[in-house]
């Protein structure tokens, strides 16, 4: 009979715990290595190359033994590579959060505009990235035997609505490969994922702050999502649903009422 684990799991204490941040250099991967920092990880910021910018990301972190990794989410070489990097210095991983993604504002009627390449470029950044992500570091959070892998998603995913048809697309795969990979990973590992409204940063280009605050006053708590909002909103993921996995939580101010 398969071994079954006592309930009354309490918080997750992320003192001395390994947390990676895939995109760490966008603002709601920055935003949220400074979280997990401050509740005692030690951040690995994923990055595609490492510059005065993440250094200073790096460096004004609290705590001590964090750094910055090298880690493409459209390059599988570089993500094992990285993996392997993680898997010297720490010998284990217990939180995964997969905070990098692409975009581009396009009309959704506008369809030659959305061509292959870019469509393919979405795609391939946002679902098989974070599928290449989490296989590489699979065995680091297997050893960690409690751990959590967060997906940024996004609303789009379930309003069909967003900066890009593929955008749209590409966030509705990473929520049903999510469910996948949290069956396949369980009992040592949770898959959730976090799927924010428009987040008042310069993620989408072309998009202005001005169409973000129209959204927010359109939502029922009339709010602005700042990139700060989700990563409080994947710290309670992490910490406060131990007994979730395989979900999807909205942060989005009642948006999708």
């Not at 609290?62 to 390059?75: C, M």
């Not at 094992?80 to 905070?99: I, K, M, P, T, Y």
């Not at 927010?216 to 649903?241: E, F, H, K, N």
Request: hydrophobic share 45%; net charge negative; aromatic share 4%.
């Amino acid at each position: 009979m398969d071994t079954v684990r006592q309930g009354g799991l309490g918080t997750y204490d992320l003192a001395g715990k390994v947390a990676v941040v895939a995109g760490g250099s966008g603002a709601i991967g920055g935003a949220t290595a400074r979280r997990l920092a401050a509740a005692g990880a030690t951040v690995v910021v994923g990055c595609r190359k490492e510059d005065d910018r993440i250094r200073k990301l790096v460096a004004d972190l609290p705590g001590h033994g964090h750094w910055a990794a090298p880690l493409p989410v459209d390059d599988t070489e570089a993500i094992d590579h990285a993996a392997s990097l993680v898997g010297q210095r720490h010998g284990a991983v217990h939180v995964l959060v997969n905070a990098a993604g692409t975009t581009r504002r396009i009309d959704h009627d506008d369809l030659d505009a959305l061509d292959d390449d870019l469509f393919d470029e979405i795609l391939r950044v946002n679902v098989r990235g974070v599928y290449s992500t989490i296989r590489a570091f699979r065995p680091l959070l297997v050893s960690g035997g409690d751990s959590v892998v967060v997906n940024v998603s996004s609303l789009s995913s379930e309003t069909g609505k967003g900066s890009s048809i593929a955008y749209c697309a590409s966030k509705a795969a990473l929520d049903t490969m999510g469910k996948s990979l949290a069956r396949v990973l369980a009992p040592e590992v949770r898959v959730i994922g976090v799927s924010p409204a428009a987040v008042d940063t310069g993620f989408v280009p072309g998009r202005s702050r001005e169409a973000v605050l129209a959204q927010a006053t359109r939502s029922p708590l009339r709010t602005v999502v700042d990139a700060d909002d989700v990563a409080v909103s994947i710290m309670g993921v992490i910490t406060q649903l131990r007994l979730t996995t395989g979900s999807v939580v909205l942060v989005d101010g009642g948006w999708h009422l």
